[in-house]
């Protein structure tokens, strides 16, 4: 049994549909909501790059005919009796199951942000896709002032998308001429850029490049709707004109509803097996696990490819292979056409070189270039085409290759 049909869980269902003895297993599947979307494209759509078409689509679609689909709200895991409760009251067993459930912005975390007054009005969030369309009509008629993106704590998914989005708002309003009247502040609970030291400085650099003032270890307490500031722990204020926050992400409260999370609902897993910590025939992947990874498609891509293999194993009563190493690579998008690539794992952090293959790549690591920018767009049709369904994308490494980087 698979929980949540986003991402990961949609991929776990194509992997297994063509890797299970369809005579002894049946596969089910389980999501609240009959849309999928491509989260990675939220970021775009404020800006008026993408539309609602680049970013839903049935999930239904996704979801291959030998596995049970049902589109309904689970309440919570009973892990003692093998037992899921769905919201609709039904109660169903299983004997291996795979938490996939991700995670998701709680805005009402921090006092006065969800003020009906400001939010989506003047304070936004571009992690939904209500909120990235509330963004696009702002910026429509935003003429100037204080735009500040800014991130409540961490981990958050995608945590390079709060850069990336200060970049995409210095050249949007460059193009549209208008960025000499507005002021760009990038606040963050981290010391620096990123929480990567290498990527950290790199991109440091180029937030003062761009005239983007970095306000580093601000640690949000509450916003004041009324005066539009923020207001940190220590006593710190910033105020704005326009809010683009990141506020905490969670895993979903069913894993609280079932007593199998830390604080922040991610459940405690394996680093390396993607087995529960607590309980043999639970997995977790993607969003929702406890992991020093990156919260991120492509984390959930690798770790599919794993997981797989160890849920066969699991049936088998052979080993679980501990062979997930935090691989990661993200596209960094910088603004004007050009984007940066990372490439890291729990040990390596990013590093220059070229991707995917070493020395004659194409494309740069740690590097700025137009080859990386078209790279992150082609990356929508690689989602819904390729990533989505399972299937093989040659070159691409499921554990991190250091050969021919620059370690
Ligand atoms: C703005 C933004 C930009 C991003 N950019 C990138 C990028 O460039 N590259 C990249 O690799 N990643 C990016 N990501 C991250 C990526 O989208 C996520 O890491 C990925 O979707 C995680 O997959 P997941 O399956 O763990 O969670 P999700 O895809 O979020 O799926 C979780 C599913 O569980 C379901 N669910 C949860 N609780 C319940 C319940 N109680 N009952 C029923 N169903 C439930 C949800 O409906 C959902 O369908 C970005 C994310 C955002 C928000």
Redesign the pocket.
């Known amino acids: 049994m698979i ?7 949609t991929m776990m269902a194509n992997h297994l549909a063509r890797k299970i003895d369809h005579k002894n297993w049946n596969i089910t599947i ?4 009959k849309t999928h979307y491509y ?2 494209g ?2 775009f759509i404020p800006f008026g790059t993408y539309s609602e078409k680049d970013v839903i689509k049935k999930k239904a679609d996704f979801i291959p005919k030998k596995v049970e689909y049902i589109s309904e ?2 309440e919570k895991i009973e892990p003692q009796a093998n037992t899921i409760k769905l919201e609709n009251g039904n109660s169903i067993e299983y004997n291996i199951l795979i938490v ?3 995670c998701k912005i709680v805005p009402d975390e921090i006092d006065g942000l969800t003020d009906v007054s400001i939010w989506h009005k003047d304070a936004f969030d ?2 939904t896709f209500e909120g990235a369309m509330a963004l696009q009509k702002k910026f429509e008629n935003f003429k100037g002032g204080k735009l500040v993106i800014h991130i409540a704590e961490m981990p958050i ?2 945590p390079v ?1 709060p850069l990336e989005f200060a970049f995409l708002a210095d050249s949007f309003f460059t193009k549209k001429g208008i960025r000499n009247d507005i002021e760009l502040i990038y606040a963050t609970p981290l010391s620096g850029a990123f929480t990567k030291q290498n990527c950290s400085t790199v991109l440091g650099h180029l937030l003062s490049e761009k005239n983007i003032k970095l306000i580093p270890d601000f640690n949000i307490e509450s916003v004041d709707s009324n005066s539009k500031k923020m207001i940190s722990f220590d006593g710190k204020e910033i105020d704005f004109d326009c809010l683009a926050t990141i506020p905490t992400n969670m895993g ?1 409260e ?1 894993i609280e509803n079932s007593d199998m999370g830390d604080e922040l609902n991610f459940i405690p897993t394996d680093k390396h097996t993607l087995q529960s910590k607590d309980h043999d025939n639970i997995f977790v ?4 696990t406890d992991l020093p990874s990156s ?4 984390v ?1 891509h690798f770790q599919a490819e794993i997981l797989t293999h160890n849920v066969m194993n699991f049936i088998k009563n052979k080993p679980l292979k501990p062979d997930f190493d935090g691989h990661a690579n ?2 960094i998008e910088s603004g004007f056409g050009k984007a940066f690539l990372i490439d890291f794992n729990y040990d390596v952090e990013p590093v220059e070189g070229k991707f995917p293959f070493p020395i004659i790549g194409p494309m740069s690591l740690l590097k700025e270039s137009r080859l990386n920018h078209f790279g992150k767009m082609a ?1 929508k049709h690689i989602y819904w085409n390729v990533l989505l369904r399972g299937l093989p994308m040659p070159g691409i490494p499921t554990q991190m290759k250091t050969w021919g980087k620059k370690l």
Do not use: M, N, R, V
Request: with cysteine; charged share 20%; aromatic share 12%.
């Open positions: 929980l949540g049909a986003g991402t990961a869980g389980i999501d609240e909501h989260q990675p939220f970021l709200k689970i996939a459930t991700g571009f992690y998914k995608c998308a979903d069913l992947i993607g969003d929702a919260k991120a498609g492509s959930a993200c596209f990356f």
